[in-house]
């Protein structure tokens, strides 16, 4: 098993299935999703964690909202301050459930609207057997972070009170992402070794150096500021649903995780979460420290490459970052 393994699609599965108390719509990103719920309940001010990818902020400038950031600590648990906003950005980190109680208590104090941040945790469930990303008022979900997908992300409408806002999914279109998709798809079916897979990745990696000096992809500063070029929805989610077969793929990431986090382990390394009956991880995620390299060398050998999580704004780069923001990798299950 490794990222580049094909995922099973013999199953039709409607995603309002899954979700039957919610309303869903459909969008290419998370974050048009997130830009259509700030839009429509007219948020004007937003508290969100430092510890989060920069373009996540797109769509809170793009619409002029006020933010405020909070730290978490290295169980990536929130540090909520008495800093009144409209709404809070929960987020649920590498697919596992993030504890609800500290975004409760915040949303009674200040009537608050709980936007749940599931891009990482499609499909995961928390203790009480419920699905992220319906736990919070309205919810987010990237589906195409768990399922081989041109695009694809959905909006989660929790709370009656705020469904039948006017919401729209985006139209359907076959977009150059498309037909990246299939180009891609067809490379994927003729890896028949991960050695061939790992080497695709080193020659990106080669090539991205020799053009722009860095083996990895550069921040990208606009991100903060600018959406994403593509505004349809693959056509492949026209229907509303996935071809998947949920219960393999979910006993394949689980026992990726297990795995890797077996030899994390032999390299002293830790990983952030402890796998737990709910979670179907999106990637492995763990502190780095003097023997990373190592670590990292050790995997491409098994078939698996590492990445550094997130690309962090600007004003928490400039800012009181954390240390360990900088120093968190993670381990990709899909390729």
């Excluded at 990536?76 to 929960?90: G, K, N």
């Excluded at 806002?165 to 985006?170: K, T």
Aim: proline share 5%; hydrophobic share 40%; aromatic share 14%.
């Amino acid at each position: 098993m490794t990222p580049f393994d094909l995922q099973k699609v013999d199953k039709q599965i409607y995603i309002s299935e899954l979700f039957e108390k919610s309303d869903v719509y459909f969008y290419p990103y998370a974050r048009y999703a997130f830009l259509e719920v700030l839009q429509k309940l007219s948020i004007k001010s937003i508290y969100l964690p430092a510890f989060i990818c920069r373009d996540m902020l797109s769509p809170i400038n793009t619409l002029g909202i006020t933010y405020f950031f909070y730290d978490v600590d290295e169980t990536l648990s929130p540090l909520l301050e008495d800093v009144p906003c409209e709404a809070i950005l929960m987020v649920n980190y590498f697919g596992f459930a993030q504890d609800m109680a500290p975004f409760v208590k915040y949303k009674k104090k200040y009537s608050a609207l709980i936007i749940e941040d599931n891009a990482h945790g499609f499909l995961s469930q928390d203790s009480d057997h419920k699905l992220l990303g319906s736990r919070g008022d309205v919810g987010l979900l990237s589906i195409r972070k768990t399922v081989f997908l041109p695009n694809g992300a959905a909006l989660l409408i929790n709370d009656e009170v705020l469904k039948n806002r006017g919401y729209e999914s985006f139209q359907s279109m076959t977009s150059f992402e498309d037909v990246a998709y299939q180009k891609k798809l067809g490379i994927k079916r003729k890896i028949f070794s991960y050695y061939i897979g790992i080497g695709i990745v080193l020659a990106r990696r080669l090539l991205r150096y020799l053009k722009t000096g860095s083996a990895l992809p550069l921040p990208d500063k606009e991100s903060e500021h600018t959406l994403p070029s593509n505004g349809y929805l693959t056509p492949l989610l026209q229907d509303k649903s996935i071809m998947l077969n949920i219960p393999q793929e979910i006993d394949r990431r689980k026992a990726l995780y297990r795995m890797v986090q077996r030899w994390a382990k032999e390299f002293g390394l830790k990983c952030i979460y402890e796998l737990d009956e709910g979670s179907v991880p999106f990637e492995f995620a763990f502190m780095g420290n003097d023997r990373s390299k190592k670590f990292e060398f050790f995997l491409l050998k098994k078939g698996f490459f590492v990445l550094p999580w997130p690309d962090l704004p600007d004003e928490v780069l400039s800012g009181h970052c954390k240390d360990f923001y900088k120093n968190i990798k993670v381990i990709p299950f899909l390729w």
